[in-house]
């Protein structure tokens, strides 16, 4: 086996000569042909929301079961939308979706199968996007790197809370200096999940989070919390993730919670995942970030979304507070900010995105945005190196916590390019240039 020092060496070489640019643009496309793998709970929602999208054809739908399968195309069907082909079955039958005639291959099956659906969709000519997070391991995590610039296909981590509505204006306000220099953020995936998670018919297919979460230790779904702030600090564009240290603590209320619920064998488990992680990360440019993880502890649900600068700061949770001084700003004063600072994203889709819907709106800005950019060309508001960048901080963060809270290196997936990368502007669409349909 080769060490990180030689396989590094050799990633650089292959590379370096080749000078790649940032991925950015591809050619501009008439139909966007979309083929969906995954039909569970979360891919039947964006079945539903593409086919709002006038210029999407959802071609193909793929799941290893039948019946989501059937319930997708039924939800194609009522929209008016021509019937796709459909693929189930198997574990592998998804390849012969990506083999057919498409732009993009839309991804929302369990986490281990993201990277390699990615990394074959991109070999076979598609674009990628994949549902969160799209890697877990840090060879994954250079596996979608190496294949984005080998192929010059997108690869996006379907983020959607980059474009909740608190997040987009808070990049906005960012992006306008009301917060000063950035020195501190936080973030956090804290929701309650035992239930779901125990669940054996009707929740994850398989219980795959379930296995996920009695075999890894660390902070396994850092991309919500991290992606919003992530794009405030310019991460991968003129700053990015140095190092990390991450600690768990002991595991305690899923086993109370599993003994409440009469799941005696769960109650007994002995490498269930410690309740609450904390991850510090220190960024090049000098801020600190503290991301959690807790998916057990019957407390309410919170991202925290936290930024500090210094003229002020801003937090989501338990409510949207900001202040620029001492004092919280007053309701009014949240109210004019709110108008002062609307993201022009939301301000343009946001209405019509609360009808579609999908946590209240910012999966359908997540996905109008993702088409609206590759059927006009435009670089992707997240790319590979986000993705990368975001998604390695699970695996990262479980070395951590298995060596005590070591200061682990963040890989630099844009290979120095992070400190030329113009940081990502305040995007806007053109709803005229990609009608929405059957609302
Ligand atoms: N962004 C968000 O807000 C959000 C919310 C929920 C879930 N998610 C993510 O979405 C993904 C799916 O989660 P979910 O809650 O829908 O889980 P799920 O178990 O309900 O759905 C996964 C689906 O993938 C199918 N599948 C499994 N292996 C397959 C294979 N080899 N080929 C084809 N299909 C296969 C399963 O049959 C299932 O229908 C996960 O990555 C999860 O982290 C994201």
Redesign the pocket.
């Given at each position: 086996m080769m060490n990180a020092t030689r396989t590094d060496f050799l990633r650089a070489a292959a590379f370096s000569a080749a000078a790649f640019p940032m991925l950015g643009n591809a050619k501009p496309v008439g139909k966007i042909r979309v083929g969906i793998?995954?039909?569970?709970?979360?891919?039947k929602g964006a079945v539903k929301r593409l086919s709002k999208i006038q210029d999407v054809e959802i071609v193909a739908l793929?799941?290893?079961?039948e019946e989501?399968v059937s319930r997708a195309a039924k939800i194609l069907a009522d929209a008016g939308r021509s019937a796709a082909q459909t693929f189930f079955g198997t574990?592998?039958?998804?390849k012969d979706l990506v083999a057919l005639d498409l732009d993009l291959v839309y991804i929302?099956?369990?986490?281990r199968?993201?990277t390699p659906m990615c990394v074959h969709a991109m070999k076979n000519g598609k674009h990628a996007a994949t549902?969160?997070?799209s890697a877990t391991s840090v060879d994954e995590c250079w596996e979608l790197v190496d294949t984005a610039e080998k192929t010059g296909k997108h690869c996006m981590q379907?983020?959607?809370?980059c474009y909740d509505f608190f997040e987009l204006q808070t990049l906005n306000m960012v992006r306008q200096g009301v917060f000063g220099e950035l020195t501190h953020a936080e973030g956090a995936y804290i929701h309650t999940l035992c239930g779901l998670i125990a669940k054996e018919d009707g929740?994850?297919?398989?219980q795959?989070?379930f296995h996920q979460n009695n075999t890894k230790n660390g902070n396994l779904?850092p991309t919500?919390g991290l992606g919003p702030i992530a794009q405030c600090l310019n991460i991968n564009r003129g700053n990015r993730f140095e190092h990390l240290v991450s600690m768990s603590s002991q595991q305690a209320a899923f086993t109370a919670w599993a003994a409440e619920n009469n799941k005696p064998e769960m109650a007994a488990l002995e490498n269930y995942r410690g309740d609450m992680n904390t991850t510090l990360i220190k960024c090049a440019k000098g801020q600190t970030v503290m991301v959690q993880h807790d998916v057990s502890t019957p407390r309410p649900y919170s991202r925290i979304h936290l930024l500090q600068g210094t003229k002020g700061m801003v937090r989501k949770y338990p409510e949207p507070r900001i202040a620029l001084g001492h004092k919280w700003q007053s309701d009014e004063q949240m109210k004019e900010l709110a108008a002062k600072y609307e993201h022009p994203l939301s301000r343009t889709m946001g209405a019509i995105a609360k009808k579609v819907g999908g946590?209240g709106g910012m999966?359908f800005i997540m996905d109008y945005r993702l088409i609206y950019c590759l059927k006009n060309g435009l670089p992707l508001d997240q790319d590979v190196y986000d993705a990368a960048a975001w998604s390695s901080v699970m695996p990262l963060s479980i070395k951590s916590v298995a060596k005590d809270s070591d200061r682990i290196k963040v890989p630099d997936f844009t290979r120095g390019k992070w400190k030329t990368n113009a940081s990502l502007g305040i995007v806007d669409v053109d709803p005229a240039k990609l009608p929405v349909v059957g609302m």
């Open positions: 793998v995954g039909l569970g709970m979360r891919g793929c799941d290893l079961r989501m574990e592998e039958v998804w929302a099956a369990p986490w199968w993201h549902e969160v997070p379907l983020e959607n809370c929740g994850y297919q398989g795959w989070r779904y919500h946590h999966d």
